[in-house]
């Protein structure tokens, strides 16, 4: 089951931002310490199994997936040829919400899910509203014609002027279109996530 309940609360649990909203930076700011906990708690001695749960959680959570949708990224990466940890940040990197998101077409992954299911970009000029939907080489992603006059794109593109895009995609901020022209490497992935500890936790 999908996690609803209060992000900040997640936040602070894992100790970072990893919705990447900057509230949540004000949050842990304010309250640098896990949801329950008071300023002088001293955590005790985590065993392995808790922090490879919490890196599964936390990766999973930076990613916006289910628990269910996240099994299903490891269990493809798991069938697929070259190192796992690395196949399932590619797979991950290469979700067309993360696409949007990284493209800077959206301010949080959240933001860029819901213009995916909403059905607000297509790929290739044909329109996709599954935001799991995993980009190829030499996919065009692009806002939807009817979609370009929203006033959200404007105030996205002006927040994001002196944004750079990964080197895996060539962006045209002022089509809002963005192509893939590479395969998304392991150090285009999110930084801070030992994906190791994610796969011996799946492998119990």
Known sequence: MKYNGPKARRCRRQGSN??????????????????????????????????????????????????AQFRRVYTAACAASGQTGEKMKELLERRLDNVIYRSGFAMTRLQSRQFAGHGLFTVNGRRVTVPSYLVRLGDVIAVRM????????????????K??????????????????????GPEHAEQGIDAGMVIEFYSR
């Open 163 to 184: 944004y750079t895009a990964p080197s895996w995609l060539k962006v045209d901020s002022s089509a809002l279109k963005s192509e893939v022209v590479a395969v998304p």
């Open 146 to 161: 009817q979609a370009k006059s929203s006033p959200v794109f404007g105030t996205i593109s002006e927040a994001h002027q």
């Open 18 to 67: 990893i919705y990447g909203s900057d509230k949540y930076d004000k949050v842990l700011q304010r309250k640098p310490y896990g949801p329950g906990k008071g300023p002088k708690f001293r955590p005790g001695k985590q065993s392995e199994y808790s922090k490879q749960l919490l890196e599964k959680q936390k990766m999973r959570d930076i990613y916006g997936l289910s628990e």
